[in-house]
């Protein structure tokens, strides 16, 4: 997904309720990861390609493990394929060694060594889509980047009463758009986090910890416990303006 198609106008209350929570939250429990420590885009981008399908956990060691033997850019760019899938190929989903050699490759070759800072420059690269262009651009750059991975779906669906299970593209767009408008202005690397660390720990898929998740009060699916009918609430809660083309 390359653009955005709407624009979301969320409710005043239920935004600063969402974001004064999520936050607050976060600022006590949110996880102290390695890749959190740093701003270098390079780092960022090894971080969430090695964290595709796989825990947190089992990713620690191979990303501390890669960025060894890897410091820099230049030096994954230079080294042998094989090298680098030595390395990742452990945590299955081998793809993703050949997409970290093959960007290096790319931002090396067309880009002149420098990481690419924009959406489009980023989505240019192999193996990155939507989200990890956002993650990219939040949590590296600072810019006001949305982000919406499996865990962020699933906390903006349930708690703005939009059916995040629904495969239908619009609907992706829809999740897409509020992910946009809850980020705080300026603020896109924290909350980001925040809502990845939401949707890990208290929103989870299977038994969710609703006793202790900060927004609770106000979530469409607790108001309205069967998830399918909560989705009629979000009219109240998000009104959505197509954007121009």
């Known amino acids: 997904m390359k653009r955005i198609k709407y624009h979301a106008a969320v409710e005043k209350t239920l935004l600063h309720t969402f974001q004064s929570g999520i936050q607050e939250w976060y600022r006590r429990e949110g996880r102290d990861l390695p890749w959190r420590h740093t701003t270098d885009p390079y780092h960022i981008l090894v971080s969430e390609i090695l964290l595709h399908q796989t825990t947190v956990k089992t990713v620690e060691p191979v990303y501390r493990q890669f960025l060894e033997r890897f410091p820099t850019l230049e030096d994954l760019a230079q080294a042998a394929l094989d090298e680098a899938k030595a390395i990742t190929d452990p945590l299955g989903y081998k793809i993703r060694g050949q997409w970290l050699h093959d960007i290096a490759q790319v931002v090396v070759r067309e880009f002149d060594g420098v990481f ?95 006793l202790l998740c900060p927004v609770a009060n106000a979530c469409a699916t607790l108001a309205v416990p069967n998830e399918k009918n909560s989705c009629h609430v979000a009219e109240e809660r998000v009104q959505y303006r197509r954007r121009s083309e």
Request: hydrophobic share 40%.
């Open 116 to 210: 690419p800072n924009t959406l489009e420059g980023l989505l240019r690269l192999p193996g990155v889509g939507r989200y990890t262009a956002g993650a990219i651009l939040s949590f590296a750059f600072g810019y006001d980047a949305p982000i919406l991975d499996t865990n962020v779906n699933r906390l903006l669906g349930r708690y703005f009463g939009v059916d995040y299970k629904d495969p239908q593209a619009d609907t992706k767009h829809q999740l897409w758009s509020i992910a946009e408008a809850v980020v705080p202005p300026g603020n896109a690397r924290e909350f980001n986090n925040a809502l990845m660390d939401m949707g890990a720990l208290v929103c989870t898929a299977r038994k969710p910890r609703c």
